[in-house]
């Protein structure tokens, strides 16, 4: 079978990245004899530099002509203007809304190796390994914005609104996710302040009885998640929680594995029939890093993985997945590491290096 994937570079560090990551997507095609169709469009602030907006329509139509598609990073100080009409952030909002991908999966696990790399005492991250899964495309980001002003001056609102049935499809896909793992999940809310949290935890709690009545379940506020996620990470399994909470508790988590540029993330459509699981998009959880674009010092490996879950959950295809993680473990293990992560003696790699270390290991 032949797949089709569009890659959309974007702005920053994400042409250097997603360059590794197609690397070492052909050298999966050239080991088990698939072919890769790659077909590059513009997304962010360069879309908007040679269109005028920050998602054309042929960026969309390619997209839905793909099984998979590959995302660098979006924006930089040249469209940093919050108050711009078009911004570079309006394209992943808008792709992940036209292509229904209402679910982001952003696994964190510590290499050994790494425990240096990492803020946190080594202790407290033997055995991390959790997934968030957090709600795409609704809620506060997706909701009425208003900004006006009044005899009492300027004032803004931003409408936070979940429907049961938006609440239902991530948790299903979360817990899942978790009987395919440890079986827990935990979900994060602030059911004591917000209505849209205790909506979530009303129907998460009889889904989860109903459906699911093998995990272990339990409810976190979203405070309390941030103080335990760096307390007692390993606890966790799989985190499921609404929009906003997700972004940022990703953000923290990202700490546990040492670097950003380790952290791969998958944000999914519906199932569908074929082999192709899933309609999805793929990406780094990093920005757009532009301090260090172009200088060969970004890290790919996030880019990578995130190609190691293009392969298992919209292509299909377990075996080819698990050669790439274990082409990057046997990366790292080798000491070939860009240096937001190397250890003080060792000689940080380039991010070419980096890919083709991985490419050749697959």
């Excluded at 980001?141 to 609104?161: I, N």
């Excluded at 896909?173 to 809310?189: M, N, P």
């Excluded at 309390?224 to 307390?231: E, K």
């Excluded at 988590?253 to 670097?259: P, Q």
């Amino acid at each position: 079978m032949d797949y089709r994937v569009a890659v959309l570079p974007g702005d920053g560090i994400g042409p250097e990245v997603v360059q590794e990551g197609l690397k070492v997507l052909r050298a999966v095609g050239e080991r088990f004899g698939h072919t890769f169709a790659t077909t590059e469009g513009l997304i962010g602030g360069i879309a908007i530099d040679a269109t005028g907006t920050a998602l054309p329509d042929a960026t969309l139509a390619l997209c839905h002509d793909s099984h998979a598609v590959l995302l660098g990073a979006v924006g930089g100080p040249k469209w940093d203007d919050p108050n711009a009409k078009v911004r570079p952030e309006q394209g992943l909002l808008g792709i992940r809304k036209a292509l229904g991908l209402f679910a982001n999966l952003r696994p964190v696990t510590v290499h050994p190796l790494l425990l240096p790399s990492s803020p946190l005492k080594a202790e407290r991250l033997e055995g991390v390994d959790l997934v968030v899964v957090r709600e795409l495309t609704g809620g506060i980001y997706f909701g009425e914005k208003r900004r006006e002003h009044d005899q009492h001056g300027e004032w803004a609102s931003d409408l936070c609104l979940y429907t049961q049935a938006e609440v239902e499809r991530i948790v299903r896909v979360a817990a899942k996710l978790a009987q395919g793992r440890r079986g827990k999940l935990t979900l994060v809310d602030k059911a004591n302040v917000l209505e849209t949290s205790r909506l979530w935890r009303s129907i998460t709690t009889r889904l989860v009885q109903e459906e699911f009545p093998d995990l272990r379940f339990d409810v976190m506020l979203v405070d309390a998640c941030a103080m335990h996620l760096i307390r007692r990470p390993a606890d966790f399994d799989v985190i499921v929680t609404e929009n906003m909470f997700g972004d940022i508790l990703t953000d923290e988590a990202s700490m546990l594995a040492g670097s950003m540029g380790m952290l791969p993330s998958a944000s999914l459509g519906a199932e569908m029939s074929s082999k192709a699981a899933r309609i999805g998009l793929y990406e780094p959880i990093h920005g757009s890093a532009p301090d260090i674009a172009g200088q060969g010092k970004a890290n790919p490996l996030a880019t990578i993985l995130s190609v190691a879950m293009m392969l298992r959950h919209s292509l299909g295809l377990e075996q080819e997945s698990r050669s790439v993680e274990t082409a990057v473990q046997a990366t790292l293990e080798g000491g070939i590491v860009t240096g937001d992560i190397a250890r003080p003696d060792q000689v940080a790699a380039t991010t070419a290096q980096v890919g083709d270390a991985v490419a050749a290991r697959v």
